[in-house]
């Protein structure tokens, strides 16, 4: 996780690479987000063996001054363009809607985030608003409803 999280190209689209430290702490708080929600993010590692090449699940994230639940990750830049990212985080909007049972879920990336807004777009999600961000400048929010959910599985 610290290759991944400390890479300055994987972690261009944040404010900075994360610290030995940083990592530990990030580890943490997705540990407490287990005791608190239930839920957070997990090891994406590929089918054909014990390769860890990132996270991928689902967090409550403050966008724009209200606390929603979101599909983020991280992949390995070894491993982008493979369609990972994507896949995962389809397996987790399946977990939202049926496990979960949340009503609507979320991505949201910097504006200058073109990977990550083509996985929400495959993902079923549309851009539903942008707002100014102290952190991002920009930041971009993409989201799907239980309802087109259900609507696009019936495609």
Not at 25 to 51: M, P
Request: charged share 25%; glycine share 8%.
């Amino acid at each position: 996780l610290y290759k991944i999280l400390s890479d300055s190209e994987s972690m261009k689209h944040y404010p900075k690479p994360y610290t030995k430290e940083e990592v530990k702490d990030w580890i943490k708080r997705n540990i407490n987000r287990y005791r608190e929600h239930g839920f957070g993010l997990w090891a994406v590692e590929l089918k054909n063996g014990n390769n860890f090449i990132g996270d991928c699940g689902i967090t409550m994230q403050n966008i724009n001054g209200t606390l929603i639940p979101e599909i983020g990750y991280h992949i390995n830049k070894q491993f982008t363009g493979n369609g990972y990212a994507t896949e995962a985080a389809q397996a987790c909007k399946d977990y939202a809607f049926n496990t979960l049972g949340f009503q609507k879920i979320y991505s949201y990336m910097k504006f200058t985030n073109l990977s990550s807004a083509r996985v929400a777009e495959k993902n079923g999600m549309k851009l539903e608003f942008e707002y100014d961000d102290p952190v991002n400048v920009v930041t971009k929010v993409y989201s799907i409803t239980i309802e087109e959910y259900f609507n696009q599985s019936l495609e």
